[in-house]
Structure formats: structure tokens, C-alpha cells
């Protein structure tokens, strides 16, 4: 079999080589063999030329990549790329190394047969698991529609460990991608690519503001035209900032930046001179001082809006540019809400698109196969929106075009009409900027999670992603309140706990609102309302929720989301109660991420004012430090008077001791640790107490006093060795209590 293997293997690559084309090459068998056939392709097509492996298993003598470690290779070009499904078929890492791949080269794609038992038998469910379900309980529905793409796709060179390669498929794919070199197309690509760069470099010449937007697709050459374009900023002599959700996602732009003598590379920074370009995450661009004459925003789309427009305050020649697909973000809601904001606000826009690959032929099938296995191109259909007042189902409106309808689908139901999954998947990426391939398996396959819809006239107009959050075991929730577990898929009874201090949550079982987007054309139409009206009906009238093999009923429905005043009111409009803001900036967002519950049962009713009402105790401590940013339009509205519950005493000693004697984080017991120390100061504040405990407890936790000073004080270098000295003043706290039997 030796001889058929090659002669197959370097008769693809020969054609892929002369029509600069990739190629996508199914290895369908055992673990064992499918690596020996892809170390046989190696050894004669990729050592010489390049190779990366993504495999989480050892393949001595060679180097691999673990399949959640494939972004390091991001900003590299390869002509031999091997994915071995048997580590774990992941959507984010193949949409990631989905552009490493150059033109002339193969994909080899390992997994199990597809009929086999083994083909769902996949590693990656482990990170879908959420308690307290089991790897059975993972959906394998994305596994179905890869095997769908894979078999249906008629680019897809499959070798079987059992049949072989059909001869009919060889002798199809010799006819129809045989063809001359296409230098023409390449030449051609470079040239558009080039007349960009010049109409920007003359754009950004005029005086005022003046921002630019580029958008493409993946291979059209956005990374490395902005990289041009900022050694020609450089040149010069202009200092230049670059931004973008991470910083795996410019290493291209940097190597293209520095790419002739005079320039000088560290990591994330390139110097010619006295210029340079440097990287800054997205929330910094607008906190830090900068003497930056141009900012360069690459994946926008990745960045949310608010932010964006802030840049537009800060720098008077930016330039936007967007993936218009893939795991970068999606450009689509970028042109539908940013470029208004843009024609508005700036003097001169002009506005760029590449088209045409550089990287590999307009005749690549890879690109399109991996378009459709990760809907990579997905977005939202352009509905005829009717005429409409808002009705929504079971209204007395006669007009059935009007009609808007809420109802659970079924995962299955979606992988059976591509159509529809490809349409609800593009109206969460247009309506989000994280969302991601992965997010795409978490939806048909989380045990958790349910998929409601909102349809009118039969297209699906609205949609939601719900989670089954809580009813957990004793022994879990022990573990979470004490800082020492953080379970997946259980945001809601995890923030209550761990971070609010609230155990008597554990008994209660929530449904979390992970996603939720309506059609631009539907929006402030009482669709998202229509949808979580329908939920919590559902919920009132559902006869259980199910966990595992335990069957509860609802008692809380909420949602967890980087705070805008927008989205606080529309929030606070459907009747959800602010509960929590957490106590980080996201470094993406620049916002603070709010807690907001609404309570379904009697019990979650009668405990949500006390949980309130902890809440505004807690705010004002928290803007001392943690909070000290928090916009005042949020401020005006989580603020709330006339809330009298408070919590028992005792309660705030427990919460101490999580702290002192467990692993309770700092910020989640600073303000019951400094309510206590005042109304307690007898206990620590005496001659006898050590001098380095009473100062802690003066300056860091009453007075709030920075880390940086505390530290300096304390003569301590690292602030984890403040934070158990913090620890330390707590336990002495507590164990005073106890001696003076405050504590019961």
C-alpha cells in the first residue's frame, strides 16, 4: 500500500502547488493508523516545507501543538497542516489555523471512521460538561454536522483505513483542479492591496479628522497592509498605536511592520528611530496618555461599539479594519452600528474592502469548506419586515404576517436544515462581538442549554440562548463558598456564593440568559421582550427543570453582561433587579460586568430584596476602589433608597472567616471585613494587637489605602504575600470574636 499512498499524496500536491490552491484530505481509521499514514505524508511533502501538527497526543521525533494552544502559531504560514481529531474536534482552533495553511498546501484531517462509535467518542466534550451531567450527556450534534460537511463536500480527498480512496473521486479531482498556474490572480490581488495602502497613506494626509475603514475576509492581505502602512506612518515620522481584542491577532501586522533593516522588533513593539508602533489592549487606549499620532484598530468588530466611538474623542486619524468573517469577530455588526456612528462624527470617512486573496488562488476550496463547517461567513438573513405593531403570539391580531411566535428548537431539528442553523448562527454573530466557532458546538451540544426562537411569517426574527444554572450538591456548594471550585455553566449560583456571600442560594435553580439578539430590522419591536416574557412562562409553567437525574422547578431567571446604560434599561424595563456589579473592568469591553435577577417562585421573590439591599450597602464601600470608574450614567441607575432588609450580623462573621480560613477572594469580603473592624475596633485596635495587623486594617481595608502603598508600608514585594498578610489581620478579627463571644 506503500506506493498508492504516495503516488496519491504527491498528485494532490502537485496540482495544489500549480493552481495555488489547499486542499482538505480526510484520514477516516484508527488512531494508530492515521498517524502513520499523515507521519508518511510528512516525511516526503512537509519537512522541507513547513509543517504544523495540532495534537494534544505525543508523536515522538516530531513537535506538536495541544489542540488549545494552536493561537501560538497564529501570524505563521505552513504547507502541511495536520489536525488529529483524535485529540479533540475544537471549532475555535480549527477557525484559527484555518488561515495557516498557504496556498499549494493540504489540510490532513484525522479522525475516526464516520460511521464507527468512535467518531462522537470525542475528548473536546469534556469542556462542554457542566455538573452534574456526564460526557454522555453532551449533544453530538456539532460531530453530526461535520460529518455531514466532511462527506458531503466534493473537495474532501477522503483515504479510509478499511477502503482505501475512490478511484472515481481521484481521477475527478485530477480533471477539475488540473489547471495551469494562476500568477495573474495573485499579481492582481497584491495590486488592489497596494492601491489601498496609497489611497489611505493620501486619505490621512489631510488636516483634521480623518478615519478610514478596511474590511475583508481572511486571506485578502488586512493584516499585512496595515502592517505596510504603519512602517510607512513611521517613515514618516509619525508615532502609531495599534489595538485589537488580543494580541495573538496582530502578530502579522508587527511582522510585516518590521520588515526591512532599519526597524527594530521587541514583542509588541517595532522602533525605527525616534518612531514607533506599539500594542495597547482596547481599554487602555483611552486610559493611558499617549503621544500617538495615528491609531490603527485592527478586528474591530471584536471590540464593542461604545469604545470605539471613545477613540474617536482621542486621536484625529484612526483606521478601522474587520474581519468580515471568522473567529476574529464579525464585521457585519461592526458596518450595521459603528459606520453610522462614524459618518456622523467624523469630517472625512472613506471607507476600503480587499476582495481578492493573496495568499492562495480564487479557486481555493478550503476556504469555502471551512465557510461552511464553521459558518465562518455567517449572517443574519435580510428579512421583508411587515408592517408590524409589535403583536406577538396569542395576541387577538388577525394579520398572521404580523404574528410573532417563541418556541424551543432542537438542536437536531437545526443540523437537519442547514439553512435555518446557518441563519440563527448569523443573527448571534451579528448581534455579538465575542461570538466565536466554539460558541457554535456550545449551542447545539451543552446539556444545559436550550435554543429559543422567535419567528414571524417563518423566518426566525429573534433569538435566545438559555442555561439551567444551579441545584447542586452540598458538598459543591461548600466548596465554591469557600473559594476552592468554580464549576462550569453555573455563573448565577457561583457569583451568589463565592462572591456575594450568599449560601442560602444554593437551593435555588436559575435559568440564565446567555445570548440574546433580534433582527436589526424587528429591534424596538418588543421581540427580546416577546422572547423573555415567553421564557418566564415557560418557566412558571414548566413542570421541571432537569439536572441530571434530579428534577426542580425554576426559581430565578437572570443574566450576567458588560453594563451599558442602554442595556441597564432595557433590563431593568423587563422587571430584573440589579444585584451585582462585578468588581474588574474587561479589558476588552472596558465595561463592568452586572448581575441583573428576576425571581420566578415565591421563595426567590421573598429573598431578592434582602439581596438588593446588600447590594447598595456594598456600593458605596465598593467605589472607593474597585468601582472608582463605574460611568455615572450607571451609577444614576443601580442606585436605589427606601431599601431597609440587612442581613444577620452573623452572616458578615461567616463571610470573614471564608476569608480568613479559606481561599474567599479579598474584593468579595472587604466591605463586611471593614464593616466589622469599625464597629468592632475594641477587638483589634488596642496596645496588645500586633502594630503590622492594625495598620492593614486601618489603611487597606477602612481607609482603603492603594495596594502599591500598603505594600511599601508593609516592606512586601508581591501581593499575594499582602493578601495573606490581609489574611492573617481577618483570622486574628474573627478569633477575637469568638474570645469576646461576639460571634455565635
Known amino acids: 500500500m506503500q506506493r498508492p499512498i504516495s503516488q496519491f499524496f504527491s498528485h494532490i500536491r502537485a496540482v495544489a502547488q500549480q493552481a495555488n490552491i489547499r486542499f482538505p484530505c480526510w484520514l477516516t481509521g484508527s488512531a494508530e493508523w492515521s498517524e502513520a499514514i499523515a507521519r508518511q505524508v510528512l516525511e516526503t511533502q512537509g519537512q522541507a516545507s513547513g509543517y504544523a501538527i495540532i495534537s494534544s497526543r505525543q508523536w515522538p521525533g516530531v513537535q506538536t501543538y495541544p489542540v488549545h494552544q494552536a493561537h501560538r502559531l497564529l501570524g505563521q504560514e505552513v504547507e502541511l497542516l495536520i489536525y488529529d481529531g483524535f485529540s479533540g474536534i475544537n471549532p475555535d482552533t480549527l477557525g484559527q489555523i484555518s488561515g495557516l495553511l498557504k496556498g499549494g498546501g493540504l489540510l490532513l484531517f484525522l479522525t475516526p471512521a464516520p460511521l464507527s462509535a468512535d467518531f462522537f467518542d470525542d475528548p473536546e466534550k469534556q469542556r462542554l460538561l457542566v455538573e452534574p451531567y456526564t460526557c454522555a450527556d453532551v449533544g453530538n450534534h456539532f460531530l453530526e454536522h461535520l460529518r455531514h460537511c466532511f462527506t458531503e463536500e466534493p473537495s474532501v480527498l477522503r483515504f479510509d483505513q478499511k477502503s482505501g480512496f475512490n478511484s472515481e473521486l481521484f481521477t475527478r479531482f485530477s480533471t477539475q483542479f488540473s489547471s495551469p498556474p494562476l500568477p495573474a490572480s495573485i499579481s492582481s490581488a497584491l495590486q488592489d492591496q497596494q492601491k489601498v495602502i496609497n489611497d489611505i497613506h493620501f486619505h490621512l494626509q489631510a488636516s483634521g479628522q480623518q478615519s478610514c475603514v478596511l474590511t475583508a475576509a481572511r486571506g485578502r492581505g488586512k493584516s499585512s497592509a496595515l502592517g505596510i502602512l504603519a512602517r510607512g506612518f513611521m517613515k514618516a515620522g509619525k508615532n502609531v498605536v495599534v489595538t485589537a481584542p488580543r494580541s495573538d491577532a496582530v502578530e502579522s501586522l508587527f511582522q510585516h511592520a518590521a520588515d526591512e533593516t532599519d526597524f527594530e522588533r521587541t514583542r509588541y513593539q517595532v522602533s525605527n528611530k525616534n518612531t514607533c508602533l506599539i500594542f495597547r489592549l482596547p481599554v487602555d487606549v483611552c486610559n493611558e496618555e499617549s503621544a500617538a499620532d495615528i491609531l490603527l484598530v485592527d478586528e474591530a468588530a471584536g471590540i464593542p461599539v461604545h469604545l470605539l466611538a471613545r477613540y474617536l474623542d482621542k486621536f484625529s486619524k484612526i483606521i478601522f479594519a474587520t474581519t468580515t468573517q471568522g473567529y476574529e469577530g464579525t464585521g457585519q455588526g461592526f458596518a450595521l452600528r459603528f459606520l453610522s456612528i462614524l459618518r456622523h462624527r467624523v469630517n472625512s470617512l472613506a471607507c476600503y474592502t480587499l476582495t481578492k486573496p493573496v495568499r492562495w488562488s480564487e479557486h481555493d476550496p478550503l476556504e469555502p469548506f471551512f465557510n461552511r463547517l464553521l459558518i465562518l461567513d455567517a449572517v443574519a438573513?435580510?428579512?421583508?419586515?411587515?408592517?408590524?405593531?409589535?403583536?406577538?403570539?396569542?395576541?387577538?391580531?388577525?394579520?398572521?404576517?404580523?404574528?410573532?411566535?417563541?418556541?424551543?428548537?432542537?438542536?437536531?431539528?437545526?443540523?437537519?436544515?442547514?439553512?435555518?442553523?446557518?441563519?440563527?448562527?448569523?443573527?448571534?454573530?451579528?448581534?455579538?462581538?465575542?461570538?466565536?466557532?466554539?460558541?457554535?458546538?456550545?449551542?447545539?451540544?451543552?446539556?444545559?442549554?436550550?435554543?429559543?426562537?422567535?419567528?414571524?411569517?417563518?423566518?426566525?426574527?429573534?433569538?435566545?440562548?438559555?442555561?439551567?444554572?444551579?441545584?447542586?450538591?452540598?458538598?459543591?456548594?461548600?466548596?465554591?463558598?469557600?473559594?476552592?471550585?468554580?464549576?462550569?455553566?453555573?455563573?448565577?449560583?457561583?457569583?451568589?456564593?463565592?462572591?456575594?456571600?450568599?449560601?442560602?442560594?444554593?437551593?435555588?435553580?436559575?435559568?440564565?440568559?446567555?445570548?440574546?439578539?433580534?433582527?436589526?430590522?424587528?429591534?424596538?419591536?418588543?421581540?427580546?421582550?416577546?422572547?423573555?416574557?415567553?421564557?418566564?412562562?415557560?418557566?412558571?409553567?414548566?413542570?421541571?427543570?432537569?439536572?441530571?437525574?434530579?428534577?426542580?422547578?425554576?426559581?430565578?431567571?437572570?443574566?450576567?453582561?458588560?453594563?451599558?446604560?442602554?442595556?441597564?434599561?432595557?433590563?431593568?424595563?423587563?422587571?430584573?433587579?440589579?444585584?451585582?456589579?462585578?468588581?474588574?473592568?474587561?479589558?476588552?469591553?472596558?465595561?463592568?460586568?452586572?448581575?441583573?435577577?428576576?425571581?420566578?417562585?415565591?421563595?426567590?421573590?421573598?429573598?431578592?430584596?434582602?439581596?438588593?439591599?446588600?447590594?447598595?450597602?456594598?456600593?458605596?464601600?465598593?467605589?472607593?476602589?474597585?468601582?472608582?470608574?463605574?460611568?455615572?450614567?450607571?451609577?444614576?441607575?443601580?442606585?436605589?433608597?427606601?431599601?431597609?432588609?440587612?442581613?444577620?450580623?452573623?452572616?458578615?462573621?461567616?463571610?470573614?472567616?471564608?476569608?480568613?480560613?479559606?481561599?474567599?477572594?479579598?474584593?468579595?469580603?472587604?466591605?463586611?471585613?471593614?464593616?466589622?473592624?469599625?464597629?468592632?475596633?475594641?477587638?483589634?485596635?488596642?496596645?496588645?494587637?500586633?502594630?503590622?495587623?492594625?495598620?492593614?486594617?486601618?489603611?487597606?481595608v477602612i481607609q482603603q489605602r492603594s495596594e502599591d502603598e500598603v505594600m511599601q508600608q508593609c516592606r512586601v514585594a508581591q501581593r499575594k504575600t499582602l493578601l495573606t498578610l490581609l489574611r492573617s489581620a481577618a483570622a486574628y478579627l474573627y478569633q477575637q470574636g469568638q474570645v469576646a463571644g461576639t460571634i455565635v
Open 381 to 700: 438573513p435580510a428579512i421583508k419586515k411587515h408592517s408590524s405593531d409589535g403583536s406577538q403570539a396569542g395576541s387577538s391580531n388577525t394579520d398572521s404576517a404580523n404574528r410573532v411566535d417563541y418556541r424551543i428548537v432542537d438542536p437536531a431539528w437545526l443540523v437537519s436544515h442547514p439553512q435555518r442553523l446557518r441563519n440563527l448562527f448569523g443573527l448571534m454573530v451579528d448581534a455579538h462581538y465575542r461570538t466565536t466557532p466554539g460558541d457554535l458546538r456550545i449551542m447545539l451540544d451543552s446539556p444545559n442549554l436550550k435554543i429559543w426562537i422567535a419567528e414571524s411569517a417563518g423566518q426566525i426574527i429573534g433569538a435566545c440562548l438559555v442555561a439551567e444554572e444551579g441545584g447542586l450538591d452540598d458538598d459543591l456548594v461548600q466548596r465554591i463558598w469557600e473559594g476552592r471550585r468554580r464549576p462550569r455553566g453555573h455563573l448565577i449560583p457561583q457569583l451568589l456564593i463565592a462572591q456575594e456571600g450568599y449560601p442560602e442560594a444554593a437551593g435555588f435553580t436559575a435559568l440564565r440568559i446567555v445570548r440574546i439578539a433580534v433582527q436589526d430590522q424587528y429591534r424596538r419591536q418588543k421581540v427580546a421582550s416577546g422572547l423573555l416574557e415567553a421564557i418566564q412562562r415557560g418557566a412558571l409553567h414548566y413542570e421541571t427543570l432537569h439536572y441530571g437525574d434530579k428534577n426542580q422547578p425554576c426559581d430565578l431567571i437572570g443574566a450576567s453582561f458588560a453594563v451599558t446604560p442602554a442595556l441597564l434599561d432595557f433590563w431593568q424595563q423587563q422587571g430584573f433587579q440589579v444585584i451585582r456589579i462585578g468588581t474588574q473592568l474587561d479589558p476588552v469591553s472596558g465595561a463592568y460586568a452586572a448581575l441583573v435577577l428576576k425571581g420566578v417562585s415565591v421563595s426567590a421573590q421573598q429573598i431578592l430584596p434582602l439581596w438588593q439591599s446588600e447590594f447598595q450597602r456594598r456600593l458605596d464601600y465598593l467605589q472607593g476602589e474597585w468601582l472608582k470608574y463605574l460611568p455615572v450614567d450607571i451609577l444614576q441607575r443601580i442606585q436605589c433608597s427606601g431599601l431597609q432588609e440587612q442581613r444577620a450580623e452573623q452572616d458578615d462573621w461567616r463571610d470573614l472567616s471564608g476569608f480568613a480560613f479559606h481561599f474567599r477572594s479579598y474584593e468579595s469580603t472587604a466591605f463586611v471585613f471593614a464593616g466589622l473592624a469599625k464597629r468592632y475596633r475594641y477587638l483589634w485596635d488596642q496596645d496588645e494587637a500586633d502594630e503590622q495587623i492594625r495598620y492593614l486594617i486601618e489603611s487597606r
